[in-house]
């Protein structure tokens, strides 16, 4: 049995087809990347943070939103790794986590009843839709 | 039928504890063509080997078989020994009956059983061997370096200095190769012109060198020993034997406006000229391409001032055929093209460099007599930044890089960062590194040195992006031990690019049948234990074109190769291993498969005429081993569909009666 | 083959000279054990061994094959092993096609510093064969003692 | 029904006999019966016009008569190709084993063939065969006319036809086609899927009708061997009579691996078995093993190229892999 981590690392290496043992550590994503400064965690550190099982950190930080998808660390490594595609399926997983929770439009009617708030459910909906 | 007699040795208890030898002894007796069989205590003894001889004279046998330890222990011992018996030392086969029964089997019936049939297998084999003789071929005693640069004359110097003739073939006009573009020698420091230039002059006046400048070779034919060779001597429309090298004419050609290649194109030349001050041979050369004589038959100014009247328009190409018993490859390196960097900017700014241009521009005798200065404007540049690794250990693409680590590139950047810091300390010196690699003899310490005392920074992460912004270069960086994304303004942007084997050794290892990886270095014939052979006989390996090195390690694989020339040339005749693989013509239907898994090109294909049954002849293609070639590896008897190639020593029914000796 | 009826299974073994052999030399130094079953014919290059010396093996009543060569790479003819490596591939694949059991054929790279893995090599062989018990299915009658 | 008409095909060769191109054309002419069409040299118009033949039976691959036929004179010869023959006819220049100058190759469009057995299968006691509104009318002895389904009767090897495309030619007549997306694997697949034993009762029974006539190595354009490895004594196989079940695995196996990656898949072999077993089978499964293993390559498709058997990477998977693998490459 894989425990959470080794689920979540396994499930973003799919995701992303990025293997990153590939990567060398030369850093040339993060001395490419446009967004640097933006970010807690640089592209580089996704790439080792994924491959260590430090992946919690990395979908608790802003990073995950502050990566511009421009690919330019894709183009440049050396290495072939392509980080900004780990990046994008760390960011995945995390959306894809708030998708399965929110409530749609559809579905609100079929949980109204009188005991709870209409205004409950709206709110969650809007909440967890954005 | 072979006479064959069968002598088991007991090796004291190593074999005859586990092994019944007498029974082993006794039943090998009935085996076809079998006519003495005995038994000793030590086989390969003084007194064993009487018995073989004595044997062997007694019953007049045709082949031995002897039943004993690994053929890798005695099997020469008893080849011997039957050819002082006057038997041909190809029918003697051994059984491994220590090695692979005796010390690994326990009990005494099991181990004696499993000996018998080895025995049987062996004279199973012998039953079909025959007399083998090795192959002589003469040995031509010259050598033929191909490749100037200080790998290809220090292979020729010491082949030289053991008093064989060599001939060195250089595609530029003169000898040197990258060390006469360098400016100074890690770790030492010393400048690469006052080592190198001494041993040019050396070659030059050598009594045993020729040297082919100007010229490359255009076809190779014949094997180890006796090798034919083409050398195109390219027309340089100046007469060699008359030219003093004095340079009028590279003073007066009108023509000004030619990129000079010695300075990696940041000067110009003339279109006669002569690379360097110190070039070997001193002799100009006309460059067609841009020669207004030559062109449009308007100018003749270099034939007007040449007094020594040593201009020749009317001069062609000329092939020169020599005969070579030993080639080397010493054909070098360059550095990759920097033009798919697109983040470098290199082909957006003067400014960015690589570091073979670096060398140039603090050369003496480079475009700026020495003086740094930045390529655009000719000022001082105040921030440098060195970007290691550039194009290497990239594996993303192929096309832009290459996989494999340059070797070099480390020290060279310590030499540039810590020669720019001495000459010019208000210079602030960045080197971005993925690692440094220093394994080399006082290598580490010469980095630190650079770092320690110098005060070079150096920056752990790659530099991600440059950018051209008024005067100044703008990089982009990460510092990947403090976390930070730097961004410096540097004047001079350095990139230590990649190198690849020189672009000539892909269709010269065609031409000599040498093998090569997949990036272009030639492949050795062994990685550890023959690394400066190709395992192609009588090709070895100098320098570069087998992997990317140092100088020092280029002069001392430079000698290793020339030691093994040496050995080859020193010898009248080459006895080759008579294990070789044979066609037989009245089988092969040319299909020429063989051909294409033979690791040595051993084999050719002509067209032979067949007479028929019905008295008419038939042309028909065959394949044809050069034995003096074939190493006898057996690869092609088994792509060999038709059964018409066989391996001798090892033929198809050999390996067979052996089988249906052991499965019987 | 039987003996006091217990099934003893007849392998042959190629092995190059350069590599394996030495390899089972080393074994031997080392006095490595592993069954007699075992016999070796020694052959220059791996690629030296032709699909029929193996079928021919199974002919005459071998009831496993296995060819031990260089580590690819090591070749000391720099690629006989790669050849060795497509052709048993697709032999046997095909012997596979043909329904005869897949554990009666394999290819091991051996080097000479590897006693120890050819015994095991050998003893694990060895193993996998008896199980399958006599070649029943490559056996030519007229060979039958 | 094929697109292009014999007289279009008498007309080429006559012009070329005429014109001096050449001095005899390799085509078709009538056997015994309408379904056993034969190869044949003609050398006039007159027998052109008398005897050539081109019909749904035109199945004989030529490429294998050029290396006879070429040897023969300093004059060139010409000869009708079939897409599929046309990969033969590389695969042979491949191997040296014509003077491309002496043949001069006519390009000719294929419908497909028909398959004699299963015709035979059909119709009892044939008497004629022709082909009737794109349909194949047999006139019997004891059933009078019957008429079959064109596409039921096609051979095997034009079902599952592998291309369309002429791959060598010197002029083609009508249109080229395209390579094909063919379904040739899958009965190699439904083999891979069986268990061993499955396998084992399967090729048992099939390979035990073999009665070593060697029609399939004798039709065979990559059996080209001065003396076959099956009738040399030396060889330690040579074995001209079927002795019992391992002499037919024998000769089968090494047929086949005598022709791994030199097999074009032109399915001569099956064809020409009296005994109908499908050789192509065995080819097939090599080809398959060697388009999964090793990257795609199909033999004579472009001549000179080098036959996976005889190339390696540093990268190949191991014997032990590939077995394991069995029938999951593809």
Known sequence: MLNKTERQKEQILRMSGVNPLKCMRCGKCSGTCPSYDEMEYHPHQFVYMVETGDIETLRNSDSIYKCLSCFACVDRCPRGVEPAKIVEAVRLTVIREKGANHLTANEIPALLDDETPQQLLMSAMRKYSK | MQRIGVFVCHCGTNIAGTIDVKAVAEALKNEPGVVFSTDYQYMCSQAGQDIIKNAIAEHKLTGIVVCSCSPRMHENTFRKTAAAAGLNSYMVEIANIREQCSWVHKEMPVGTEKAIILGKAAVAKVNLNAPLTPGESPVTKRALVIGGGIAGIQTALDIADAGFPVDIVETKPTIGGKMAQLDKTFPTLDCAACILTPKMVEVAQHENIRIFSYSEVSEIKGFVGNFDVTIKRRARYVKEDLCTGCGACTEKCPQKKVPNEFNLGMDNRRAIYIPFAQAVPKVATIDADYCTMLKTGKCGVCSKVCTAGAIDYQAKDEFVEEKYGAIVAATGFNPISMDKFDEYAYSQSKDVITSLEFERLTNAAGPTAGKLLRPSDGEHPHTIVFVQCVGSRCAACAEKGKEYCSKICCMYTAKHAMLTRDKYPDTDVYVFYIDVRTPGKAFDEFYRRAVEEYGVHYIKGMVGKVSPEGNKLKVQASDLIAGKQLHIDADLVVLAAAIEPDKSARPLATMLTASMDTNDFFTEAHPKLRPVESPTAGVFLSGTCQGPKDIPETVSQAGAAASKVIGLLAKDKLTGNPCVAHSDENMCNGCSTCGNVCPYGAITYEDKEFRMPDRTTKMRRIAVVNEAVCQGCGCCTVACMSGAMDLKGFMNKQIMAEVDAICK | MQVNGEFKPLIVAFCCNWCSYAGADLAGNNRLNYPAEVKIIRVPCSCRVNPMFILRAFQRGADGVILCGCHPGDCHYTSGNYYTRRRMALLFSMLDYLGIEKERTRVEWVSAAEGAKFAATMNDFVEKVTALGENKRLEDLRCKK | ?330
Not at chain 4, 152 to 162: P, Q, W
Not at chain 4, 169 to 181: C, K, Q, R
Not at chain 4, 192 to 207: H, I, K, P, T, Y
């Open chain 4, 1 to 330: 029904m094929q697109e292009i008409k014999r007289e279009d095909l008498i007309a080429k060769a006559a012009q070329l006999l005429a014109d001096g191109t050449v001095d005899r054309v390799i085509g078709w002419k009538k056997g015994e019966f309408d379904y056993d069409v034969t190869p044949a040299v003609f050398t006039s118009k007159e027998e052109l016009e008398n005897e050539f033949v081109w019909n749904d039976f035109c199945g004989a691959n030529f490429s294998k008569y050029l290396r006879k036929e070429a040897e023969k004179t300093e004059s060139k010869a010409a000869v009708f190709l079939k897409p599929c023959d046309t990969y033969s006819f590389n695969q042979l220049l491949t191997e040296h084993k014509f003077d491309r100058e002496k043949v001069y190759a006519v390009g000719v469009p294929c419908n497909g063939m028909l398959d004699d057995s299963k015709i035979k299968a059909a119709a009892n006691g044939i008497s004629s065969v022709s082909e009737e509104n794109g349909k194949v009318a047999v006139e019997t002895l004891y059933d009078g006319k019957i008429t079959l389904e064109r596409n039921e009767m096609l051979a095997e090897r034009c079902v599952n036809c592998k291309s369309k495309k002429h791959v060598a030619y010197d002029e083609l007549l009508g249109e080229d086609g395209e390579v094909l997306d063919s379904a040739r694997f899958d009965e190699v697949a439904k083999i891979e899927a069986m268990s061993a034993d499955e396998r084992f009762a399967f090729w048992q029974n099939e390979l035990s009708r073999c009665i070593r006539c060697n029609a399939c190595r004798n039709i065979c354009p990559a059996c080209t061997c001065e003396k076959c490895v099956f009738d040399n004594p030396d060889s330690g196989v040579e074995n001209k009579a079927i002795a019992d079940s391992f002499e037919e695995k024998m000769f089968h196996i090494i047929r086949a691996f005598h022709v791994v990656g030199r097999c074009t898949d032109c399915g001569e072999c099956s064809r020409v078995c009296p005994q109908n077993i499908p050789l192509h089978l065995l080819n097939r499964k090599f080809i398959k093993d060697i388009n999964g293993f090793y990257g795609d390559y199909q033999a004579g498709a472009e001549a000179g190229s080098r036959a996976p058997i005889v190339d390696f990477t540093k990268e190949d998977l191991e014997p032990g892999e590939a077995v394991e693998r069995g029938g999951e490459n593809a």
